[in-house]
């Protein structure tokens, strides 16, 4: 069976707030994760690969250790600006770390990271795929976040055909295959 590449974003288990942040379709934090490990677990199989592009959790080793290990697939992760805990602790969890970003995929023609880079960053015929925005569209990050977003990406540094996010926000809560996205 082929090895499939998919790629997801923020999924922020057990963070409560996030529910309210980006106005995700849950009751509780636990109706959220056992949401997002179903559908990651519908399109992912066991020898696909996945790319978990930061902010995996907000919560205890103790606690997300099991969900990582129910989610199917090669877990790689680049992680972002939540995803404080060290890496040995990920790795134990299941994950193989990608400890320098952003991380070219040369045959796809894309830059994973986990914050939009800059189009300068971006190497010409290449798209960022990225997390960290969630359900705010680029060019509107700095402007209608009220969760402590002030973040700018102005359209002369970010073009909009250049990034292409796949924060769970904006793609149905699911890791989303790399064909579909280039």
């Given at each position: 069976m082929k090895k499939e590449i998919y790629l997801i974003a923020d999924t922020h288990f057990y963070h409560k707030n996030i529910i309210k942040y980006c106005?995700?379709?849950?009751k509780t934090?636990?109706?959220?994760n056992e949401s997002i490990i179903s559908n990651w677990n519908s399109v992912v199989?066991?020898?696909?690969?996945?790319?978990?592009?930061?902010?995996v959790a907000l919560c205890s080793n103790e606690l997300l250790s099991p969900i990582?290990?129910?989610?199917?697939?090669?877990?790689?992760?680049?992680?972002?600006?939540?995803?404080?805990?060290?890496a040995i602790a990920f790795e134990d969890?299941?994950?193989?770390?990608?400890?320098?970003?952003?991380?070219?995929?040369?045959?796809?023609?894309?830059?994973?990271?986990?914050i939009p880079l800059p189009d300068m960053q971006i190497p010409a015929g290449?798209?960022?795929i990225h997390g960290h925005i969630h359900n705010v569209p680029l060019h509107n990050v700095g402007r209608e976040r009220e969760n402590g977003?002030?973040?700018?990406y102005p359209k002369d540094k970010y073009s909009a055909d250049k990034h292409i996010c796949v924060s769970v926000d904006v793609?149905?809560?699911?890791?989303?295959?790399i064909n579909d996205l280039i």
């Open positions: 106005n995700r379709p849950f934090v636990e109706d959220m199989k066991g020898n696909d690969m996945v790319y978990h592009l930061g902010d990582i290990k129910r989610l199917n697939g090669k877990k790689y992760l680049i992680r972002g600006n939540h995803d404080s805990r060290g969890m299941g994950f193989i770390i990608l400890r320098n970003p952003p991380i070219q995929l040369k045959e796809y023609k894309v830059v994973l990271s986990h290449f798209v960022n977003f002030f973040e700018e793609t149905d809560f699911k890791p989303v295959n």
